[in-house]
């Protein structure tokens, strides 16, 4: 019984002291306004991912063209184009040091060996320029895969802070309107950057036809496609919510 009353002492002790702790430090904040700022923006991408696949291939009366040789060719190209090696990566392969692949081709002389590079360039100029240096029999896709901006970071932090400022803006003359004023920035929810729209995705562009020039001619001139490209501007674009207190 004794430590049933004890126990009871304390409870009504901490309800006491919690009492007075509301009393004495009542909500700072009893009145506040969430409101919401975005910001975006559009801009022509710097970074022009694509993918080119070359195979190995003979033409009637002639000797096989080996991969070595197309590599060897390709290579030469993109540096003819101003294309430095540090742009240009191995995306995959088939045929090279692969046992399994060697021993089927014993069987069937035919099978063709093929490499994918990924290239990576700054304008659709480049672009053209590398095109006009492919061949055309080796070359079986030309596929960009991806685009980006090199200042991209630079573009989220002054997005963000434009959101932000859009969302003060926003607070004042909402609270202008019911005769409040707004007081001091409670919270601010950092927008997700997964959900940003435009930059790093897919952009259309891919070309299969075993002949890449009259595949581009089917669809307009080269440049007149990289052009449309260019101008597809990418968007960029920011929300965010803010909590501010009401004076």
Known sequence: MKKIFIAFLLIAFTSVISAQTTVLNPNPFPKTITVSGSAEMEVIPDEIYVNITLREYQKRGEDKKEIETIKTNFLESCKAAGIPDSLISIYSYTGYNNYYFFKRRKKDPDMQSSITYQVK????????????????????????????????????????????????????????????KLGE????????????????????????NTNLSSSFAKAGTFEERVQEIDFRKLKLRFEVDVVFALK
């Not at 997700?192 to 070309?207: A, R, S, T, W």
């Open 121 to 180: 360039f700054k304008d659709s100029k480049t672009m053209d320029a590398l095109v006009e240096k492919l061949d055309d029999e080796a070359t079986q896709n030309f596929i960009i895969v991806n685009t980006s901006h090199s200042k991209i970071t630079e573009f989220r932090k002054q997005l963000k802070i434009k959101a932000v400022q859009a969302a003060k803006e926003k607070g004042m003359y909402l609270t202008d309107a019911v005769g409040e």
């Open 185 to 208: 920035a409670i919270t601010i929810r950092e927008p997700n950057e997964n959900l940003v729209n435009g930059f790093q995705g897919k952009v259309p562009g891919v070309y299969s």
